[in-house]
């Protein structure tokens, strides 16, 4: 992979210096990582107009949940106690002769951008803007592996906990569970904070869980992830417990259901953000649930669990191959609760399949 790292850094470089900048600060850990391999919490990496230095108040350890690092980087350490890598980094910039240096604007704090300032005066910055987030949206068929492995434990979790007695247990208790088998099956981690919700909590993205108890009939909605090596993957299902589904609730599971395959049938190599999100949210909007829609119907994952493209209304640009989305439209009724029906998938062209599904755990109205 050192060769990926050095590719991916080489593009940066190439885009900087189209803008006239020959260095380049990055700060944000995500894009860090993606061009690093694998850093400590807090380091940044330094393009030069020489070599590539990643600094940091200590040394990579291997640990996955850090990844690997890139080993054609050099690492230099700066004193925990007050040495900050951003500072560092400017320092060194101009040591190098660097005349400017792009930032990650959005990233940098006030204070750091002073401090940078300060230590190298006659370095100009520059904003890189979000140049690294866009060279993120394509993956590489290795991150698409990892992307595959992540939806493999998720889904293994989820059917582990779906065998189990759930009556009388809380939100939070089964919460709790699904995050700890992800562990147990070879996750790193949550991909983020799951998502337990029941009876009238169901069908609410990103619910908190609570102190509520499973209770039978009720709608159980769940959204979980994995993370592994550092890429994040997405599922939502929704069951009822105990007993047969009554008919308002078989009809809304029904109505969520065509939006969400809508969703994934849009899902082809230049198709516009927009009209995807259209595909599945004129459904619901026509059922007379328009005014209660989260604002997208989807949006990438990667090395964050919320990155490019966001499938929106507003949304501009169109999808290119090997670029993973959610889908995951939902609706929810106060004090009834809902539905919600979540999907990781990679987008492919028609000749190789169409749409790549990860996430594989079945999506009938089971009876719990």
């Known amino acids: ?115 940078m300032s300060s230590v190298a005066p006659r370095l100009r910055l520059a904003d890189l803007g979000a140049t690294v987030e866009q060279l993120r949206v394509v993956k590489d068929e290795e991150e698409i592996a990892c992307l595959r492995i992540a939806a493999e434990i998720t889904d293994q979790a989820l059917g582990e906990l779906l065998e189990s007695i759930l009556v009388g247990r809380t939100e939070r208790h089964l919460a709790l569970e699904l995050e700890r088998r992800l562990v147990d099956h070879g996750a790193d981690g949550p991909a983020f904070a799951t998502s337990v919700a029941t009876g009238p909590n169901s069908g609410q993205g990103r619910h908190r869980p609570s102190d509520r108890r499973v209770e039978e009939g009720d709608f159980l909605s769940v959204c979980l992830g994995a993370n592994y090596r550092g890429y994040r993957c997405e599922i939502g299902r929704t069951f009822v417990i105990g007993t047969a589904p009554a008919d308002w609730q078989i009809e809304l599971y029904d109505l969520v259901f065509a939006a969400q395959r809508a969703g994934r049938e849009a899902l082809v ?55 993973p989305v959610t889908v995951e439209p939902g609706v929810h009724l106060p004090g009834r609760g809902g539905v919600r029906i979540d999907d990781t998938l990679v987008v492919r062209p028609e000749a190789d399949g169409g749409p790549e599904l990860l996430t594989i755990t079945t999506k009938e109205l089971l009876a719990l």
């Open 269 to 323: 190599p230049g198709a516009a953000y927009r009209d995807v999100d259209r595909a599945a949210r004129c459904l619901l909007d026509s059922a007379g649930h328009g005014g209660g829609l989260a604002p997208w119907t989807g949006h990438g994952v990667g090395l964050e669990i919320d990155e490019d493209p966001q499938l929106a209304p507003a949304a501009m640009g169109k999808l290119d191959a090997c670029v």
């Open 1 to 115: 992979m050192s060769d990926v790292y050095a590719v991916r850094r080489g593009l940066l470089r190439d885009r900087c210096a189209a803008v006239g900048s020959a260095a380049a600060l990055v700060s944000r850990p995500a894009n860090v990582r993606y061009l690093a391999g694998g850093a400590p919490p807090g380091a940044v990496l330094l393009l030069g107009p020489g070599e590539d230095v990643l600094l940091c108040s200590r040394a990579p350890t291997g640990d996955p949940a850090d990844g690997r690092t890139d080993e054609q980087l050099r690492v230099s350490l700066t004193p925990a106690t007050d040495g900050d890598p951003v500072v560092a980094a400017a320092g060194l910039a101009t040591s190098v002769g660097a005349e400017s240096l792009a930032v990650e604007e959005h990233h940098l704090t006030v204070s750091r951008h002073r401090a």
